[in-house]
């Protein structure tokens, strides 16, 4: 997600796999449009640390809105976690590394979709060949999916999702949804794909449809997989699950046929982050609870957690089908040094990244910058930024404490839990998915 990132798409290259980030793309990840509308990141800060430098930007602090509750454990929820393919390279991180305990269910990202509408795998080393341990090497399949499967063995709770498409692999979807036979082709070989390799469920992540047109399209595609699944379920013995991954921005929603895509899911993930980029004009925050109002751009005004559920709930989706996705890094942005402590100023450039310019994942904010720069905390957005006046840095981004006003909102609204990309981004000790897990399981 670059919009998405609660998907972003990896290629097939394992070299370039590697470098994927969060799912993001630098043009606009998580489903916002590029340009105006757009917002900055989020990034995570030491929990329950008090920081002398910190400071606070905005309304009161400590009000609460008439939306939002004061904390305390809401479950049952679900969890929701993004695994990506490319993580088993340079980001070391392994399927026997996710915190299971912490989750409900894991979205592995990414199947690929080819032209003729066939989901295919997206990087076959990493998926179903990397030998692990004592694994049989003649077993029909090995890698990260075969690892999948013995952690659902260990946590029987566990369900598993195959996410299909993200940002680089949704090329494929607007051909094939507007016909019934290319909708029946991506419905049929989706659910044998997540058959052949034990998943419980297909996760649709196309970044996004252009049109109204295309949005009836999603729709259709939407209700011959749901089709496929239940006569697949039926024949299993199984209950298959299918869920999307979903824009949040105000343009890229109104595209979408929401109660149609509501009638065949079991829910949505809201893609709420990658509202602020280098595409931006001035800098703002990537996952905003709530649209600032000392914004002064006004086209930023739609974008924010808040903004984008109010206008899903509104079209009528149920709030218990709605998922809130949340980021577990943020973006950087260099040369800001202007407007408040570099939040809403112009801006040279993306700043530096752990794993490409401009994102940076919470461990890594964590570990290098949050000890050394300034904190300042937005009473409105509900979000904190980090900025060294120093070299004109601006890291937007969420930590502990915004994560918990996140759950507080997604309990108040009466939605059906959170959703994060991606699971390598958070520190050793879980800190972020921790408050994730506090809030929504029972």
């Known amino acids: 997600m670059s919009d998405s990132t609660a998907s972003g798409g990896p290629t097939s290259d394992a070299a370039t796999a590697a470098t994927e980030t969060s799912g993001s793309p630098t043009s606009d990840p998580t489903g ?27 309304p009161d602090p400590g009000t609460t809105t008439s939306e939002e509750t004061t904390g305390g454990p809401i479950g049952p929820g679900r969890v929701v976690a993004y695994f990506t393919a490319w993580a088993v390279y340079d980001r070391e991180y392994h399927v026997d590394d996710i915190p299971a305990d912490k989750l409900t269910h894991v979205n592995y990202a990414f199947a690929n979709l080819t032209a003729d509408g066939n989901c295919v795998l997206g990087d076959s080393y990493a998926d179903i060949e990397k030998v692990y341990g004592d694994e049989d090497p003649n077993a029909p399949f090995k890698g990260s999916f075969n690892q999948l499967k013995q952690l659902k063995q260990q946590h029987g709770h566990l369900r598993t999702l195959i996410s299909v498409g993200g940002y680089t692999w949704s090329t494929n979807f607007a051909p094939n949804a507007a016909t019934e036979q290319g909708r029946a082709s991506i419905a049929s070989s989706c659910v044998q794909f997540m058959r052949d390799y034990g998943f419980d469920g297909v996760d649709i992540d196309w970044e996004f449809p252009a049109s109204p047109q295309e949005g009836q399209d999603y729709s259709a595609l939407l209700a011959a997989l749901r089709a496929e699944l239940d006569g697949a379920g039926a024949e299993d013995g199984a209950e298959y699950l299918l869920t999307i991954a979903a824009p949040a921005g105000q343009a890229n929603l109104a595209n979408l046929d929401l109660p149609g895509i509501a009638a065949s899911v079991d829910w949505i993930n809201l893609m709420a982050y990658d509202f602020a980029g280098p595409w931006m004009a001035t800098t703002t925050f990537n996952a905003a609870l709530y649209s600032p109002a000392d914004d002064p751009d006004p086209n930023n005004a739609g974008l924010s957690d808040d903004a984008a559920v109010t206008t899903i709930l509104d079209a009528g989706v149920p709030p218990g089908k709605l998922v809130l996705g949340v980021p577990f890094y ?48 937005h009473d409105e957005a509900r979000v904190p930024w980090l900025y060294d006046a120093g070299n004109d840095l601006f890291i937007t981004y969420d930590d502990p404490e915004s994560m918990q006003h996140k759950m507080d909102y997604i309990a108040a609204r009466g939605l059906g839990g959170a959703m994060f990309w991606e699971l390598a981004g958070d520190t050793q000790d879980s800190a972020l998915l921790t408050v994730l897990a506090d809030a929504l399981l029972p």
């Open 32 to 58: 916002t449009e590029t340009g105006a509308d757009a917002t900055a990141t989020s990034t995570p800060t030491d929990p329950g640390t008090s920081d002398p430098t910190t400071s606070t930007t905005g």
């Open 330 to 377: 943020g973006r950087s942005f260099a040369g800001a040094g202007a407007g408040s402590d570099g939040l809403f100023s112009s801006f040279s450039g993306a700043g530096p990244g752990t794993w490409e310019p401009g994102i940076v994942d919470y461990h890594d904010i964590a570990a290098n910058y949050a000890p050394t720069l300034t904190r300042h905390w």
